[in-house]
């Protein structure tokens, strides 16, 4: 019994092993092909745009206090208690400002995630979809694999034709 059953292994086994299909996708490529990654894109942009310029702004406003407590620090007649006060503004001044671009980062790396989420999805969805309709065991990001052979099938047009690229 025992026989018959390593007999059947190693009979089926090259028929398994020779009825896998692998492929690689390269997914990088497709994202920026993507009608919804360049919308995205171009939202991340404007948003990045707003917070460059508020911050412009904000630095300005930093470099023209910092100018005129320079001014009135080199004053002999001001009152060491009216230095003390606008060295104490300009202080709080830099720490909103580097507030504003830790929160202007966080911000856009939010959007960023929230944006790219639904996007990542849709390529996923379309490589699985490639992969049960043309039977492959496994599909690889193209890059990972340190070696493939010629049995391994570049399966990117397949999924750029899915998404309609």
């Known amino acids: 019994m025992i026989k018959k059953l390593i007999a059947a292994l190693v009979i089926a086994l090259p028929i398994c092993a020779s009825a896998q299909k692998f492929g690689v996708v390269d997914g990088e490529s497709l994202l920026p092909q993507m009608p919804e990654y360049t919308a995205a894109e ?5 948003a990045s745009k707003k917070y460059e ?16 407590f320079q001014q009135l620090s080199q004053d002999p007649d001001t009152p060491q208690s009216i230095k003390d006060r606008r060295l104490q503004e300009l202080t709080e001044l830099d720490q909103k400002v580097q507030q ?3 929160t202007a ?3 856009i790396q939010r959007q960023q995630a929230q944006l790219m989420q639904p996007i990542q999805e849709k390529l996923l969805r379309a490589i699985n979809t ?3 309709n043309n039977n492959f065991t496994i599909l690889f990001p193209i890059g990972v694999a340190l070696y493939t052979g010629q049995e391994v099938i570049d399966a990117t047009p397949l999924v750029k034709a899915e998404l309609g690229l």
């Open 42 to 46: 171009n939202q991340l942009s404007e």
């Open 130 to 132: 490639v992969g049960q």
């Open 53 to 68: 310029a508020e911050l412009t702004n904000l630095r300005e406003e930093l470099d023209k206090k910092y100018a005129d």
């Open 105 to 107: 980062q966080q911000d």
């Open 100 to 102: 504003f671009v830790q």
